[in-house]
Structure formats: C-alpha cells, structure tokens
C-alpha cells in the first residue's frame, strides 16, 4: 500500500511493498497496491482537481502491449464490476478503458479486458482531505481480475498533484490581479482627490489620474471576459456534467475569479458563480 501526506509542494512517500506488508485494497482482495495520500486542501479543491484526471481519457501510467506509449480512451464510469465493494466511506469515482490488451504493470495481465480505476474521496476536516486510489484490470473471457504493481496509481496521483498545484496557482495570480486593481483605484481616488485647480496642480494631477486610468482599464480586461454564444451554461462545477446554475446571453460580462487549464472560475455581474469552458468566452474588445 502506498502512504501519501501532502501539505503544500512538500510530498512525504512511504512506500510499503506488499512483499513485507500485505496490502489490503477496500474490496478485500488481498495483495492489492492500493494509493493512499491525504492532502492539506479542502475537499472541492480534490474533487475538482480529480474530475479533471478522470476526464482526461488516459489511463497513466500503463500502455498497451506493443503498441502507443499514452493509453487513450478511457471515459468515466458509475460503477464497476471489478471492485466487489459494498459501502464505501467517501464519495466514488471511476475511469475505465475497455478492450485494452495485455496493459503493462498490472499482474499476469495477458489477455483482452478493461481497466478499471477507482478514486475515493474523503473529507477529514475543512482543509484536509483523504484520497485513496486503486486500479485493476478485468479479462473480457474469463473475469479474472489482475491487481496492479502500483505504477498506474502513481501516475494518477502525479496527475492529480498537478491539477491541484496549477489551481493554486491560477488562485493566487487572480488574488494577485484584484490587489492590483484595488491599488489603482485607490491612488486613482487619492490624486482625485489631491486635484486643486488654485494650486496649479491640477492639470499634472489630471494627467496621473488619466494615467492610472488607463492602467486600471487594461487590468481589468486582463480580468474579465464576455460569452460567445447564448444558452451558455454557467455550471456549478469544472465539468461538463456538473448541475447548470443558469443559462447566460451572449455578450454577458463576466469577471475571472480562478483559472484552470480548461475552466474559469467566473462571477457575474450580478452577484453568481460558477464555472465557464474557457472556449465559450472571449475578450472583451
């Protein structure tokens, strides 16, 4: 079983070979490599940051025998009968590739199956969440089911860490751009203010003012942007799954608030938020 803590860009690995320690997957299929990590994030920043791993449609980690070095087309699933499990504590998701053949680094995997990765997710408390990871792959013929040797699992948590660092990232950039904006207009209102006609300061005062302006201005298009098409949804969450919050015109204006590699985290001039594809919005001219 493989033991991950993750507390900023810090990972600390415990690695327990299943030859020393026998890991326990939570179907009860002994001799499993089961991935466990627990991050220092809240629980919607994991979700977010594991749709998107399952929406990918690669299964890492793996190849097929002979053939591309990427293993493509996997897609996400409800359920899977690979996994014997009952209740489960947390929240599950799952990613399959059907009709793959004899995927490397899972066990006596030589015949025509699916694989099938299982994610679960648990908050432990508003900034910490558990993630545990497992995969296998299922034979089309005769149903056995082959464990993995724990590279798939890894590379789906390398995955998911990436997706996370880039959301932090794009979250501080944002915060890092409404400063900027707050800084301006407050010397935009103090030299405003600072204007005094009978003082004979008023036309370099103008001048800054005019200045600033403009800066502000080019900051803000920076930030914002405007839908293409009408009936866009703005949607509760970074897929194409989630639930829609409302149906935006075309031409709305909206602010960026967080960025991800393929959502923006937007708000609305009237007050909602939620996340837009960032193809369906465009600069503002």
Known sequence: MFVFRVSGLTVLLFLLLASSVPAVSLDGNPGGQSL?????????????????????????????????????????????????????????????AENVLSPQFFKDSNDLGTIAIRYII?????????????????????RRVHQSEGVVESAEFAEIQKRLDALNLRRKEAHEERKKLDQLQAEDNAL????????????????????????????????????????????????RSATTIASLPAQTEVLIVVITPYWYGVETQDGRRGWIHHSQLEMLP
């Open 192 to 239: 405003a203010l600072a204007g005094n006609p009978s003082s004979g300061t008023a036309g370099a005062a103008n001048s800054a003012v005019q200045d600033l302006e403009r800066r502000v201005t080019i900051l803000r298009r920076q930030a914002e942007r405007r839908v293409k098409d009408s009936e866009t949804p703005l949607r509760s969450a970074p897929f």
């Open 36 to 96: 466990q990590a627990q991050f220092d994030v809240p629980e919607s920043d994991l979700l977010e940051a594991v749709q998107e791993v399952i929406g990918d449609q690669i299964i890492h980690g793996t190849q097929q025998y002979a053939k591309e070095k990427v293993l493509y087309g996997a897609h996400s699933a409800e359920s899977s009968s690979a996994f014997r499990e009952s209740h489960i504590d947390g929240k599950v998701f799952y990613k399959v």
């Open 122 to 142: 648990r908050a432990i408390n508003p900034t910490s969440t558990a993630l545990q990871i497992d995969a296998v792959f299922l034979e089309n013929d005769h």
